[in-house]
């Protein structure tokens, strides 16, 4: 399966600290170029080259997006809103800062508010058929014998069970680690808890995980 | 630390696992302890399917389509940013041709027609409420029994509240003692999706 390319380790820092390094990511390098153009009173030029970010970090975004939501046309939202919301205020963004927990903490305050406005009204409004815009939890197998597929199929949708069992903040905490590849560090950053805090949360929820998935077997 | 039986415990496990630091201890009773070794296996394993399978399940709802329209639309958004709104003339044919200094001379005598009444009809208002004997409509307002001081006063509902404000406001009001008393009956009361289900 296709996975983002491993990115730079943040040093560990405390939480709210900037996280010291003389070596920018490509995603930061090009937010500050982003930032400069835009100062510059260039915003064509700021367009295109933030093309290049959004390209950077879209498909780790809506793995977020979507863990969180879990419905595609809301995280589809959820995404744009965010890369819309970074140009709009990348005057306001820190180059001594990595560019991606700035920008997951936008991404994730952005999924709460909609998941929010999304329970009220699904409190008060007529619920529409359940045969949504939902996705099978099969996992793509390269090997597609129908038992192979049958059972692979039924493991996924127990994981997916799990995951969803988890309370909200080991979820997103194990969301941003595991999937979105974040280090501690940077979920700290990007949520505003201590890195302490940070590590129970994913220690729960992986001894949560095992729990649950163990009882499955 | 080992655990009091000699084995690590699942916490060392997981921070293995999770590509912590492995001291010096750990990693010898890794190197002599099968049990150990194939728990921190399970874990393992356990971690890379939930990743993958959770990885899988955004990837597919996300193909590569999905996510050029998405980057497509994002583009559109911030190029839209900025630029002043469209205004479209409302009655379009009409507004054309502004009224100007040749407008008819019996259309100003109406005009002044209509001013004249109007003031004349506030002067009349005036003079029927200010006559004596009859209490300015503000005392008899004032003069009806006020809400005990600790009952729920209804709040205005303004015209331009969101729906997002609307909703927000049909929550608290059901979250008082009023909304509790009335719940019974509104488990009683058939919803439309179950109607019509039937």
Not at chain 1, 34 to 61: H, P
Not at chain 1, 169 to 187: I, P
């Amino acid at each position: 399966m296709p996975r983002t390319p491993p990115r730079r380790v943040a040093a560990p820092a405390a939480a709210g600290s900037p996280v010291q390094g003389p070596p920018l990511s490509k995603d930061s390098a090009i937010a500050a170029d982003v930032k400069a153009l835009v100062m510059s009173g260039a915003r064509d030029a700021a367009r295109e080259r933030f093309a290049d970010l959004v390209a950077l970090q879209q498909r780790r975004a809506v793995r977020i997006a979507y863990q969180y939501l879990r419905d595609v046309h809301d995280a589809d939202e959820a995404v744009q809103d965010a890369f819309v919301k970074v140009f709009t205020h990348i005057a306001s963004y820190r180059e001594d800062l990595p560019f991606e927990v700035w920008f997951t903490r936008i991404l994730v305050n952005g999924c709460l508010d909609l998941r929010k406005a999304r329970g009220r009204r699904l409190r008060w409004a007529v619920p529409m058929s359940p045969a949504g815009d939902t996705v099978s939890h099969e996992p793509i197998a390269p090997d597609p014998s129908p038992e192979a597929r049958l059972v692979a199929a039924e493991r996924g949708r127990q994981i997916a069970a799990a995951v969803e069992q988890l309370p909200e903040r080991q979820r997103t905490v194990f969301t941003l680690c595991q999937v979105a590849e974040h280090s501690t560090s940077e979920v700290s950053q990007a949520l505003g808890l201590s890195e302490a805090t940070v590590r129970v949360h994913l220690f729960r929820a992986i001894r949560k995980l095992r729990r649950l998935l163990e009882h499955e077997r | 630390m080992i655990m009091a039986h000699g084995h690590l415990s699942d916490d060392q496990l997981i921070e293995i696992c999770l590509d912590r630091s492995l001291g010096a201890r750990e990693r010898q009773h890794l190197d002599v302890c099968p049990d150990c070794v194939g728990r921190r296996a399970d874990i393992a394993q356990m971690l890379t399917d939930v990743t993958d399978t959770v990885v899988a399940e955004a990837d597919a709802a996300f193909p590569a389509e999905r996510l050029a329209r998405q980057q497509a639309r994002i583009l559109h958004r911030l190029a839209q940013d900025g630029r002043p709104g469209r205004v479209i003339a409302f009655p379009a044919t009409h507004a054309v041709e502004p009224p100007g200094p040749r407008a008819r001379p019996g259309m100003r005598w109406m005009a002044g027609a209509a001013a004249a009444g109007m003031v004349i009809g506030l002067l009349a208002g005036h003079l029927v409420h200010d006559l004596p004997g009859q209490a300015p409509l503000a005392q008899v307002v004032s003069s009806r029994p006020r809400p005990a001081a600790g009952a729920p006063a209804l709040r205005a509902v303004s015209t331009t509240l969101t729906e997002e404000e609307f909703l927000g406001q049909l929550e608290l009001a059901t979250q008082g003692s009023a909304g509790r008393a009335l719940r019974p009956l509104d488990d009683l009361t058939p919803r439309v999706w179950e109607v019509s289900a039937r």
